[in-house]
C-alpha cells in the first residue's frame, strides 16, 4: 500500500483484557518497528523485525507484551491481561534497506489504546 | 546512556516570526539525528536526516543543523501550517534497530 497502516485506530480495554494491534507495513519493506507513545511523550522502541525475525525486542516492557510477524509483511502487537499504564499510542514503523536512513522511517497514524 | 533533551517545549509564534527549536543530545557513536513532525493523531513524518557536524539541511522554511552535542530546527518566517509537534530522534552506530525520541517540542503559529 501507499503508506503503514494500522487497526484499529481505536481500542478500549478493560483491565485484565486481552488485545491485539495490527500493522500493514507498506508492501517490500523488509524492516518494522513497534514503538509505543504516551501522552507528551516522544516515542518509545519496543521491538525490531527483519523479515520474519524478531530480532530485537529489548524494549517490551514485561512478559504481557508479544509481537510476532510471521510471513514477513504483517505483523501483530498483544497485550495480554492489561494494566492502566498500557495506555498509550502504539505506532508501528517500516523500512527499506535500500533507501536507507536518508529517508527516515515511514510511521503509520498509530493505535490509541485506553484501558479503563 | 543514550538520551535526547528538546527545549523548549512549547513554543507560540506570530506568524512570520522567525524561531528555532533545539535538540541536545548524548550518543554512543552517531550514525543519524533525524527531525520528525507530527501532527494531532498521526504518526511521526520524516523531515530530515543529519550525519556529521557542520551538516546543513533545508526544507521550505525549516533548516536543520548538527553540531557533535546538539541540533537545532530553525524555521524562518513560519505559518500557521507549520503548527505541529517536533520530534528529535538519534540512532546510535552500534545500534541503529532503534531511535531515542526526545519528547518534542509543541510549535503554534498564529496568524
Known amino acids: 500500500g501507499a503508506g503503514v497502516s494500522q487497526s484499529p485506530r481505536y481500542k478500549v480495554a478493560k483491565r485484565g483484557q486481552d488485545v491485539a494491534l495490527r500493522c500493514d507495513p507498506i508492501?517490500?519493506?523488509?524492516?518494522l518497528f513497534w514503538y509505543q507513545q504516551a501522552l507528551g511523550q516522544g516515542p518509545e522502541f519496543l521491538t525490531y523485525?527483519?523479515?520474519?525475525?524478531?530480532?530485537?525486542k529489548s524494549g517490551l516492557p514485561s512478559d504481557r507484551f508479544f509481537a510476532e510477524r510471521p510471513e514477513g509483511s504483517v505483523s501483530t502487537l498483544k497485550i495480554q491481561r492489561t494494566q492502566q499504564e498500557d495506555s498509550a499510542v502504539y505506532l508501528c514503523a517500516s523500512s527499506s534497506p535500500l533507501a536507507g536512513i536518508d529517508y527516515g522511517y515511514t510511521f503509520g497514524s498509530g493505535t490509541r489504546l485506553t484501558v479503563v | 546512556e543514550d538520551q535526547v533533551t528538546q527545549s523548549p517545549e512549547a513554543l507560540r509564534l506570530q506568524e512570520g516570526e522567525s524561531s528555532s527549536l533545539n535538540c541536545s543530545y548524548t550518543v554512543s557513536g552517531l550514525r543519524g539525528l533525524f527531525w520528525y513532525r507530527q501532527d494531532p493523531g498521526k504518526g511521526p513524518e520524516f523531515l530530515f536526516t543529519l550525519y556529521s557536524a557542520g551538516e546543513e539541511k533545508e526544507k521550505e522554511r525549516l533548516k536543520a543543523t548538527l553540531t557533535k552535542k546538539e541540533s537545532f530546527l530553525h524555521i524562518t518566517a513560519p505559518k500557521p501550517e507549520d503548527s505541529a509537534t517536533y520530534l528529535c530522534a538519534v540512532q546510535a552506530r552500534d545500534n541503529f534497530n532503534k531511535f531515542y525520541f526526545g519528547s518534542g517540542t509543541k510549535l503554534n503559529v498564529k496568524p
Open positions: 523485525f527483519q523479515n520474519e525475525a524478531q530480532l530485537d
Open positions: 508492501s517490500g519493506h523488509v524492516s
